[in-house]
């Protein structure tokens, strides 16, 4: 069965400050990658997703990941934090033959103004 | 204007009652989904379904009932044999290899 494990539960940035969150899966074959985000009391929206291609993957609001076959990961990046990015961070991973989608616990991102 | 809605936004329960949690998709989606979602456990799939009349169990199925008899709806009962049934519960939709979700529903079971 897949599985993904984000390392870190709970970070708490200031404003500016830069972003990365870990993200690592277990499969080993073709999976696509995804990031999503959950703002307080909204739904959960997507940030990125890769499928194939390019391994640094643009999203929106400034976010980026980068998929790194060797070390099973797809971490998630930004330069420079804003409060307004304070949520809830998951990744999720699906075989490209499956159905399933296998979400991680969760990153609680705190953005100190 | 398309999308998923699930309803009510917050339901309260008896214990040993069964309760029935509703999500709705205007998006033409065969495939929907329905997740739980506790504190620090991230999303776990309940029960999925790829087409109508159709539907095949998740990892936590236990204690939970689900149908889809229109392409529409996917509604999940959540029974008296779910021992712990207070959770936030997600319905979503599947396009490709993309998953649309559903504003939630937070029951909590007194």
């Known amino acids: 069965a897949q599985s993904v494990s984000q390392h870190n539960h709970h970070v708490i940035l200031s404003e500016a400050a830069s972003l990365e969150l870990g993200c690592n899966y277990s499969?080993?074959?073709?999976?696509?990658l995804f990031w999503y985000v959950q703002y307080p009391g909204q739904h959960l929206q997507l940030l990125l997703k890769y499928f194939s291609g390019d391994p640094l993957v643009k999203g929106i609001k400034g976010f980026e990941a980068e998929f790194i076959k060797s070390k099973f990961s797809f971490n998630l990046r930004k330069p420079s934090v804003q409060w307004s990015d304070t949520a809830e961070y998951f990744c999720a991973v699906n075989a490209r033959t499956g159905n399933q989608f296998y979400f991680g616990t969760g990153t609680s991102l705190t953005v100190i103004p | 204007d398309g999308g998923i809605t699930q309803s009510p936004k917050y339901l309260f329960r008896k214990e040993g009652q069964n309760v029935t949690l509703s999500c709705e998709q205007n998006l033409n989606h065969d495939a929907m989904y329905w997740y739980r979602q506790d504190p620090g456990q991230g999303l776990r799939l309940i029960y999925y379904?790829?087409?109508?009349?159709?539907?095949q169990k998740g990892d936590i199925a236990e204690g939970y009932s689900v149908s889809r008899e229109k392409k529409e709806s996917f509604p999940l009962t959540v029974t008296s044999a779910q021992k712990n049934p207070t959770a936030f519960y997600l319905c979503?939709?599947?396009?490709?290899?993309?998953?649309?979700f559903g504003p939630g529903t937070r029951l909590t079971v007194l």
């Open positions: 499969y080993g074959g073709t999976v696509n």
């Open positions: 379904s790829q087409i109508v009349n159709d539907f």
């Open positions: 979503a939709s599947r396009e490709y290899n993309e998953q649309f």
